[in-house]
């Protein structure tokens, strides 16, 4: 089975890269889409990341064999409950959003009719909007796929097939387990970073403006972490809450141990905690999932992994 017909609703980051992914590796394949934003549907028709941009999301859905939402998780049942009566009956519905379970009972709440197989690429930038998007994000990238228990297997192989065709590594997991995942991996650094960022802008009039002036490397990555669209990342923490809040325990747990070897002198401590973060590194570097190159190798690449 392979899909003829892609619509995508939802032309950001994650969208806009689906579109030009499909027109470079699947150029048979014919590709509609819409955005709840006028500005973002001019700019993605200028930038040809669909083959026709829509100006309404029940126009780009008709006649679609497989639909992605690609928009913020809370307004996730709402995008497809405005499309269900325009979607072929036989048409898959997948989604691209960073919280599995919230997602999969949204779209299947909203579509009960049609088969809903969710999906998470582990991919992105700190850029969004239509000018963000490019074909390679998902190249190297891994999609986590989290079907229901009981599903079509032809129709999951071919969802399978459709990101691996876009240059993505695909994992099966359950919605539970990929939440569980994602807070330690994605959700709670990113929370973590927007504390950091957010207390230095806080220091700001402390320090006469040298957080920013003197930023060091560490800082400035997170700052880029804390650059990501925000509706997004309110409706992540909302979606995911109990997973990020159990991490945010460990996590508060783990900074307690390392305030009391700082206190006392501990230096053993501290050292075998550095030496294990630091092996940690090199493995994600050894898996393909980060460049070991000065700067991250950020001269010579167009994104990176969010």
């Given at each position: ?48 990341l669909v083959g026709k941009v829509c ?252």
């Amino acid at each position: 089975m392979t899909f003829r017909h892609v619509a995508i609703i939802g032309l950001g980051l994650q969208g806009g890269s689906i579109g030009l992914a499909v027109r470079e590796f699947l150029p048979g394949v014919v590709t509609t889409g819409h955005d709840i934003s006028p500005e973002y549907r001019v700019r993605a028709a200028e930038r040809g990341l669909v083959g026709k941009v829509c100006e309404t999301a029940v126009e780009a859905v008709r006649g679609a064999d497989l639909v992605i939402f690609c928009v913020p998780p809370g307004v996730m049942g709402e995008a497809a409950a405005a499309v269900r009566d325009a979607m072929p009956a036989d048409a898959l519905v997948s989604d691209v959003g960073s919280s599995k379970q919230a997602i999969a009972k949204a779209l299947g709440e909203a579509l009960p009719d049609h088969l809903v197989i969710p999906a998470h690429p582990v991919a992105g930038t700190e850029n969004s909007g239509p000018d963000a998007g490019f074909a390679h994000l998902f190249r190297n990238r891994w999609c986590i796929v989290t079907p229901p228990e009981q599903t079509d297997l032809l129709r999951l192989s071919a969802l399978v097939e459709f990101w691996e065709a876009l240059g993505a590594n695909v994992e099966i997991m359950t919605p539970e387990h990929h939440d569980l995942v994602l807070a330690v991996t994605s959700h709670l650094p990113h929370l973590i970073a927007y504390t950091i960022v957010g207390t230095a802008s806080d220091l700001e009039d402390v320090t006469q403006g040298e957080v920013i002036k003197y930023s060091a490397g560490g800082f400035r990555d997170f700052t880029r972490i804390a650059a990501s669209d925000p509706t997004m990342w309110r409706d992540v923490f909302l979606s995911n809450k109990e997973a990020v809040l159990t991490m945010l325990q460990r996590f508060t747990e783990d900074l307690t141990a390392l305030q009391r070897a700082i206190r006392v002198g501990d230096g053993d401590t501290l050292f075998e905690h550095f030496a294990r973060t630091r092996a940690i590194r090199r493995s994600i570097i050894e898996e393909g999932q980060d460049d070991s190159r000065p700067d991250f190798g950020r001269a010579d690449h167009e994104g990176g992994q969010g």
